[in-house]
């Protein structure tokens, strides 16, 4: 069975600061990953994908990932953070294009001034 | 180009009661997800509706039931309400037509629903 885990519910960090959020996936296939990001009272935003091919995506809003088999890792990055980013971000994973999402529990990212 | 669309945006019901929410996928999407986000948690995945039948479920009881129009528009259906029913509904629109498959799910804005 696929599963998901973000290591920190929340996440703090300073204007300008780097962004760093984690995620580890569990699958018994090639996965493909997501980042969505959330803001308040809204739906879910598709930030980046890894299906095949290159393992360092890049998303929008300046952000990317890397996938990492062997750490099973999909951790995404940002190198400087904008007040703009606070918002509730997940991790999720899928067995095939057409299959159900399997999402992490959210990271909540706060920027400080 | 319209995205996913979702109605109502909020509902009040009471324990017992049924409801019935509504979502229009993005144009030449044929494919839609429903997905259940309770408060502090991920989304879950309810089931998947494609050519008009259910094609995939997730872990929901029978309550919990859906619908897809010709128009390959949705309802997502529950029944005899639970307090623990309460969350934000979410759906999400992709295509499986062999010319047009995507690998990624479009979501909507959601329809947040209050069981008292």
């Known amino acids: 069975a696929q599963s998901v885990t973000q290591l920190g519910s929340h996440v703090s960090v300073s204007e300008g600061a780097l962004v760093l959020l984690r995620c580890n996936y569990s699958s018994s296939v090639p996965p493909y990953l997501f980042w969505y990001v959330q803001y308040p009272n809204q739906g879910l935003q598709l930030l980046l994908k890894y299906t095949t091919g290159a393992t360092l995506v890049k998303g929008i809003n300046g952000f990317e990932a890397e996938f990492k088999k062997s750490e099973t890792s999909f951790h995404l990055t940002k190198p400087s953070a904008h007040m703009s980013d606070a918002a509730e971000y997940f991790c999720?994973?899928?067995?095939?294009?057409?299959?159900?999402?399997?999402f992490g529990k959210g990271t909540r990212l706060h920027i400080l001034p | 180009d319209a995205g996913v669309t979702q109605s109502p945006t909020h509902l009040i019901k009471t324990r017992g009661q049924q409801v019935t929410l509504r979502c229009s996928p993005k144009s030449g999407h044929d494919t839609v997800s429903w997905y259940q986000q309770a408060l502090g948690q991920g989304p879950q995945f309810i089931f998947q509706?494609?050519?008009?039948?259910?094609?995939q479920r997730g872990n929901f009881p029978d309550r919990f039931s859906g619908h897809q129009f010709p128009n390959y528009s949705s309802e997502l259906n529950v029944n005899a309400l639970l307090l623990g029913d309460s969350a934000l509904y979410l759906c999400?629109?992709?295509?499986?037509?062999?010319?047009?498959?995507?690998?990624?799910?479009?979501f909507g804005p959601g329809t947040r629903l209050t069981v008292l």
């Open positions: 509706y494609y050519e008009e039948e259910e094609r």
């Open positions: 999400a629109s992709s295509s499986l037509k062999v010319s047009q498959v995507t690998d990624t799910q479009y």
């Open positions: 999720a994973v899928s067995e095939r294009r057409d299959d159900k999402i399997i």
